[in-house]
């Protein structure tokens, strides 16, 4: 016959195993769902700049064929952008064209309407503009 102390070292033993493999199967569940999650994150945060960046390129080229359609043809529009950690995108276009040296400020400030009303209507963004 087989001591007690024996059988229940055995049992420990099993128990102890056991246990670790559990811990092992919810670590190895965990990394699994972090993995997942961070790659949904990833291809939406890749459509959502794909979004902005249509957005930008139309905003762009309206602006140009305003400042055309307006006499300044050839200006220099550059747009940039920040995004703060809320995801919100603050936008700079900024409009170069030596005949503005001569233009009025009441002319320029009519440009720089017009311009805004053609900016993102995303709440996400917020634009601002600059005559150079």
């Known amino acids: 016959m087989v001591p007690m102390s024996k059988v229940k070292n055995i049992f420990r033993?099993?128990?102890?195993?056991?246990?670790l493999l559990t811990l092992v199967l919810i670590a190895g569940a965990f990394v699994l769902f972090s993995m997942t999650v961070k790659g949904l994150d990833q291809r939406n945060s890749e459509a959502l700049n794909e979004y902005f960046k249509t957005l930008e390129d139309e905003y762009v080229q309206s602006a140009r064929a305003y400042l055309n359609e307006e006499g300044y043809?050839?200006?220099g529009v550059m747009l940039n952008h920040t995004t703060d950690?809320?995801?919100?995108?603050?936008y700079t276009l900024s409009v170069h064209n030596c005949r503005f040296e001569y233009a009025s400020e009441e002319r320029k400030e009519e440009i720089i309407g017009a311009l805004?009303?053609?900016s993102f209507t995303d709440p996400r963004c917020t634009t601002g503009i600059k005559i150079i």
């Open 73 to 75: 043809v050839n200006s």
């Open 13 to 19: 033993k099993d128990y102890l195993y056991l246990g």
């Open 85 to 90: 950690e809320n995801g919100m995108r603050t």
């Open 116 to 118: 805004a009303d053609l």
